[in-house]
């Protein structure tokens, strides 16, 4: 058993490293890690295909019901579950995270700027990925706020044994705050 308030949830702007993150936050503390939008290709096929045969709607149709799947899914109460940086926009997503741990990985421009220059599979980002990367977060920003328990500043370039160990602080005072 861990004494982790699982599941963590991952929330961010594309390319803030949830999916890093998520992935060697779950290793180091022996919790299974599961990827949202990697559910979502084995059932689906590729994300950049959907969006090109049938649109962004439909794609968050299926985003809101994966998510919906792999909260209510007992195999993942011990967890960590990166989501897709635009799940938290869904109404639907943002009511089943209500109650959940849910960790804002918080960047800057300047840290993903060279993750995403040239990006061509992330749909969200065509033509211009600096640019929209820029708009989409404006857009995206107060949302990710208002649903975040745990803010993570995931700027600069820190290593990720150090952004995982930055977690587990945060996570440990939270629940000593709430245990005060
Ligand atoms: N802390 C980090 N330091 C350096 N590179 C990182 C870090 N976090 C993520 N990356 C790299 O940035 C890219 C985007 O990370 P990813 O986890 O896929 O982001 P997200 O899931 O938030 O879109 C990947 O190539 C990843 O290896
Ligand atoms: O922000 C978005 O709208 C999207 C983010 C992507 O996930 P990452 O945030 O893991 O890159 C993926 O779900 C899809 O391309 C749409
Ligand atoms: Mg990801």
Avoid: C
């Avoid at 058993?1 to 949830?9: A, D, F, G």
């Avoid at 295909?49 to 209510?72: K, M, N, P, S």
């Avoid at 109650?99 to 990006?119: K, Q, S």
């Avoid at 996570?171 to 705050?177: I, N, S």
């Amino acid at each position: 058993m861990t004494s982790l308030p699982t599941p963590l949830v991952l929330i961010g702007p594309m390319a803030a490293g949830k999916s890093h993150l998520g992935h060697h936050f779950a290793k180091r503390y022996g919790l299974d890690f599961v990827d949202a939008d990697h559910v979502i290709e084995a059932q689906h096929g590729p994300i950049p295909a959907l969006f090109t045969a049938h649109g962004q709607q439909h794609f968050r149709d299926i985003e809101a019901g994966v998510v919906a799947d792999l909260l209510a899914d007992n195999r993942y109460w011990n967890a960590v579950i990166s989501l897709g940086g635009g799940a938290p926009m869904t109404p639907a997503v943002q009511e089943l995270l209500a109650g959940h741990t849910v960790i804002y990985l918080e960047v800057d421009e300047v840290t993903v700027r060279p993750r995403i220059t040239g990006n061509r599979t992330r749909p969200m980002l065509q033509p211009d990925p600096e640019r929209r990367w820029r708009e989409i977060l404006d857009e995206r920003r107060d949302t990710y706020e208002r649903l975040a328990t745990i803010r993570l500043d995931g700027t600069g370039h820190r290593r990720i044994g150090s952004l995982v160990q930055q977690l587990h602080k945060a996570l440990t005072e939270q629940r000593r705050d709430a245990t005060a």
